[in-house]
């Protein structure tokens, strides 16, 4: 028996060349094509190098055998097999595939019978792993499969998707290949699965295919077996676009009723992807049997009715309400089916729901945020829809959770004509209504943007003015958080005060700085907007724009001569350049530092320098004025001194006069008592 062997191609895959008989040379010998002649003949290769040669694929593809299997021509297949009778039959192009494949796909019975009988090998597979009975039976050519069945081609192979020869042939509509096939294949092996899980019955389904279907179920094929995504073969059937996909459903369902309401791993069922499908003809044909569930949920908590008013299905939406499907049902989100044929503008599917509101089952519920259909064609710009609610009466005023209007809704969507539509019926009360946080609908138009329906809503007559929020943030401010420099101008323009400050001090300048808006602080700071201005907490539009590191908004700030050493009034005293430092802004920082910023540490050392200096000259004086207090004080005691001694001395000499003169009388009396003595 010739041996096997491997060689690779021109981009280094690996191409199977079989029977290719190795003599004894020491350079392997690989079937090759003569470009110059017809015959195959053995040539000398490399197998090594082969693929630095030229393109070996481009060469098998020109080989005149394949050009007479590709074309059936038999008399020139005859002649080159009767030349190159020792040649291989089994050499590939780059798919992988052999002449006999070939044949099988253009249903040349002839030439393929030609070749098995030259020894051409019935089970060879190409790259997709298919072999020549999966190619005639994909093809449904029905001489060739027979031929290749009769021949000994293995009806067991499977391709790399892990399909049978039986799954390719219920994807026609023919049966007859496969009641041919079901000679071959036994009763347990009807229902082999592919790597996602499917069976034939499921392919057929899936095609539409009724007589396929009737001839599986009559060999007992199960039609409850799930696939990689848990559909059955009617989920299959029921997702079909064909015109008798209806039949099949209905054959399915006569065989076991059950799987109707059988659901995939996404919930689904049946009537699910029939209407998704919006295939009328299969949704009227399972709503017709009683057992069938109109109200099932899928893993969305979504109905049939649900999915019928996302596509706008307005026919099946009918057949679904007239078969008492629930309107009210809501899914995860808490939308009813009325939410989605309202968001998608669907028109008439939503005048088949308001069309029955006077039956009492159709009603516009809220969502789980608490808005209603409405409020969605708002948020949507579903004009059509909306004219719709107000020819039934709908509340213009309605609110969600927030205390948002259709109009606030509109607004912030930029939907200039559904805000124009909404302001036709009722200005006065929607144009300058407020949510629960006190914004207006020009307040969410101008953070967002909108500056169509910022003109749309100043020229009807909206108040810029007297549009602050809770926070004190003006329309001018929401323009400046957004960075619509457009909306800012067209809001000065239309004489709003350009220094407005919210409850905190900040202006639409500090807002622009903060986010880096260039061209909105442009506009305002061309307008004569307070670059100065600090807030309530001493921080200046420079301190935020150095916070985030916005380069060219601190280049801005400066060129309009901003103070670059403000101090915030908190206690820790940050300048502009603190900031950019905490930021680790180092550019920033090197900018600020070479226009003559400092930091609160070179305040406070500055400071402390010139603290240093003043005390250390009040202690100069103080000690001066403590020493010639001292001095003062000793001239004075020097003084007392002098004076209490001269007071002594009188004193002293007082007294000494006193006694003297008390001696004098003394010895004046003794004289006069004893006159004798004086006499003696």
Not at 158 to 176: A, I, R
Not at 222 to 243: F, W
Not at 448 to 461: D, F, N, Q, T
């Amino acid at each position: 028996m010739p041996s096997c062997y491997n060689v690779f191609c021109c981009c280094r895959c690996v191409l199977p060349l079989r029977r290719v008989n190795i003599g004894s040379v020491t350079q392997s010998q690989i079937a090759f094509a003569d470009q110059s002649g017809s015959s195959l003949h053995f040539v000398q290769t490399d197998v090594t190098h082969f693929g630095e040669r030229q393109g070996y694929a481009d060469q098998v593809e020109s080989l005149p055998l394949f050009a007479a299997a590709v074309n059936g021509d038999k008399p020139s297949l005859e002649r080159i097999l009767d030349i190159s009778s020792t040649g291989s039959l089994d050499i590939v192009d780059k798919f992988g595939r052999t002449p006999l494949m070939y044949c099988c796909l253009g249903d040349h019975t002839e030439c393929a019978e030609l070749l098995i009988k030259c020894g051409a090998d019935v089970n060879m597979k190409d790259l997709l792993g298919r072999t020549p009975l999966l190619w005639a039976a994909h093809k449904g050519n029905y001489s060739c499969l027979k031929l290749l069945l009769s021949r000994g081609a293995d009806w067991k192979e499977k391709d790399n998707e892990g399909q049978t020869s039986l799954h390719l042939c219920t994807s026609h509509k023919c049966s007859k290949c496969s009641s041919f096939l079901f000679r071959y294949i036994p009763p347990g092996a009807v229902d082999d699965q592919d790597v996602n899980k499917r069976t034939a019955m499921h392919t057929a389904a899936s095609f539409g295919n009724v007589d396929q279907v009737r001839l599986l179920i009559k060999k007992n094929s199960n039609v409850g077996i799930p696939d990689i995504e848990g559909k059955t073969p009617l989920h299959r059937a029921a997702a079909s676009k064909d015109p008798q996909a209806v039949d099949c459903v209905q054959c399915i369902l006569e065989t076991a009723p059950s799987v109707i309401n059988w659901q995939d791993y996404e919930g689904c069922t049946a009537l699910h992807l029939a209407v998704a499908g919006g295939n009328e003809t299969v949704v009227s044909s399972l709503i017709s049997l009683e057992s069938c569930d109109v109200n099932a949920l899928d893993n969305m908590f979504r109905t049939p009715l649900h999915w019928a008013a996302v596509f706008g299905y307005s026919t099946i939406v009918s057949m679904l309400l007239n078969s008492k499907a629930d309107t009210s049902s809501s899914d995860s989100a808490g939308a009813t089916p009325l939410h989605y044929a309202a968001v998608n503008n669907f028109a008439d599917t939503v005048e088949v729901f308001l069309n029955f509101l006077s039956c009492q089952y159709v009603k516009d519920e809220a969502d789980n945020e608490g808005r209603s259909a409405f409020l969605w064609a708002a948020s949507s710009g579903a004009d059509n829809s909306i004219s719709y609610f107000i020819q039934h009466g709908v509340d213009m005023l309605q609110v969600d959770k927030l205390g948002t209007t259709a109009v606030h809704a509109a607004a912030s969507a930029g939907h200039t004509s559904t805000v124009q539509l909404l302001l036709k019926y009722d200005s006065a009360s929607l144009m300058n209504a407020k949510d629960l946080v006190k914004r207006t609908p020009l307040s969410h138009a101008c953070e967002m943007g909108r500056i169509k329906v910022v003109e749309a809503l100043i020229a009807i007559g909206a108040n810029i003015n007297d549009a602050q929020d809770q926070d004190g943030l003006s329309v001018l401010h929401w323009a400046a958080i957004g960075g619509h420099a457009d909306v800012c101008q067209l809001l000065v323009n239309a004489g709003i005060d350009v220094d407005c400050q919210d409850l905190v001090g900040r202006t639409a300048l500090h807002y622009a700085a903060y986010g880096g808006y260039v061209n909105s602080m442009l506009v305002l700071l061309e307008n004569k907007a307070k670059f100065n201005s600090q807030d309530i907490e001493g921080v200046t539009s420079l301190h935020w724009a150095c916070s985030k590191g916005h380069m060219d908004a601190v280049k801005l700030l400066i060129q309009y001569n901003a103070s670059i050493n403000t101090m915030e009034h908190t206690e820790d005293r940050y300048t502009p350049l603190d900031y950019a430092l905490m930021g680790e802004y180092f550019e920033v920082c090197q900018f600020m530092i070479e226009h003559g910023a400092v930091s609160i540490t070179g305040i406070q050392d500055v400071a402390a320098v010139k603290i240093q200096a003043w005390f250390r000259g009040i202690r100069v004086r103080r000690t001066f004025v403590e020493r010639k207090k001292l001095l003062m004080k000793h001239e004075q005691l020097r003084k007392d001194a002098a004076k209490k001694r001269t007071v002594d001395d009188s004193n002293i000499q007082r007294d000494s006069s006193a006694a003297l003169s008390s001696v004098v009388e003394t010895e004046y009396d003794t004289d006069s008592t004893h006159p004798q003595t004086l006499t003696n």
